[in-house]
């Protein structure tokens, strides 16, 4: 499975931090939560994958039984 890449953060003086994914603005987050993303992304050992498990950005490994569904093919 492919790492994550591209993302990137920036953190404002008002507690509010921007998540951008190849330079496309992801997500926002605000407050508590803000707060949260930041001890994690800053204690991590793959901070790519902290942001894009925070945006939803990432595999959770059912895509190949999503595809083989009867609905899916063609």
Do not use: C
Not at 23 to 50: I, K
Not at 51 to 70: F, I, L, Q, S, V
């Amino acid at each position: 499975m492919p790492r994550p890449s591209g993302f990137a953060y920036e953190a404002h003086a008002t507690g509010t931090v921007r998540i951008t994914h190849r330079d496309r603005p992801a997500t926002t987050l605000q407050g508590d939560r803000a707060a949260r993303f930041l001890t994690e992304v800053t204690t991590a050992s793959d901070p790519q994958l902290v942001m894009a498990r925070w945006t939803g950005n990432y595999k959770r490994g059912n895509e190949r039984t999503a595809r083989d569904h009867p609905r899916n093919r063609r």
